[in-house]
């Protein structure tokens, strides 16, 4: 049976819950249909709060399998779903929906561009990734596909996080970046006073100095918290970049 479809729902239940920083855990669930995703794709939870209220969030997995995909996820204590998902019962069962994103990677340097509405396919040379905190998930997923396949996308990573204790998969990232020559990795951190890498907020001077100067072939991405996206999408303008996508 193939993938179920956009915008489908179906029901997953919890099975791993490993806390994996300070405030984040790598949640686990199994699925009753195929959901294998493709990289930056997402999914949906589907709950209502005590009142009978929606609360919908969207999460990308950084593994998909058939019926089995990890993700992790912050947990905001004033948040209204992510306090139940750290308290919830393994076992438990979720109604999800696969979602579909605004940047689709098909792999062999090929991007589709608001798939919802859009089948052609462009291809870039180089990627450029702004991440903060969760906002890792989406381009982890890419960089994973792309360095496990050869894909010959060029790869710089900027990832900024308040303190070296909240950069999520650091291992993981470290590891691609060792075994995956088209990978170029930068830490930004704007809490750590002392860190001897890039200290304080990314900036047109920080991406002059850590990214290669942009052409028709390099399209630039982020995700991140919503004030640094803002300042992102800013930058990205005055980077002189043409194609630019928030995940
Ligand atoms: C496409 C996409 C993919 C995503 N992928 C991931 C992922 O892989 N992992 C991940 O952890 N997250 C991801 N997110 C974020 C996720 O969807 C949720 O937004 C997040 O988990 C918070 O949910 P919550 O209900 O707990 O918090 P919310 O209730 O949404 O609140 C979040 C924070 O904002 C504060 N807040 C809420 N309302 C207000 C207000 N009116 N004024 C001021 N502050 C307020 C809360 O106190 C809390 O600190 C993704 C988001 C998108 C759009």
Known sequence: MS??????????????????????????????????????????????????????????PILSQKRYFEVPIKIYPQGSLTPILAKMSINTRLQMQRKIGKLAYVGANKFIIAPKINKQFQIFKTILMICGGTGITPAYSIIKHVCQNKDPLQMHLLYANKTSQDILLKDQISKLQNECPNLKVTHILDKEPGYNGLQGYVSLNVLKSVFPSPNSETIGTYCGPTAMNKVVAELYKNYNLQTVVKF
């Open 3 to 60: 993938s179920i479809d956009y915008d489908k729902t179906f029901d997953a239940t919890l099975v791993k819950r490993d806390q994996i920083t300070h405030d984040t855990y790598l949640f686990g669930f199994q699925s009753d249909v195929d959901i294998q995703l493709e990289p930056a794709e997402h999914f949906q939870i589907l709950m209502k709060d005590s009142d009978g209220i929606d609360i919908n969030r969207n999460y990308t």
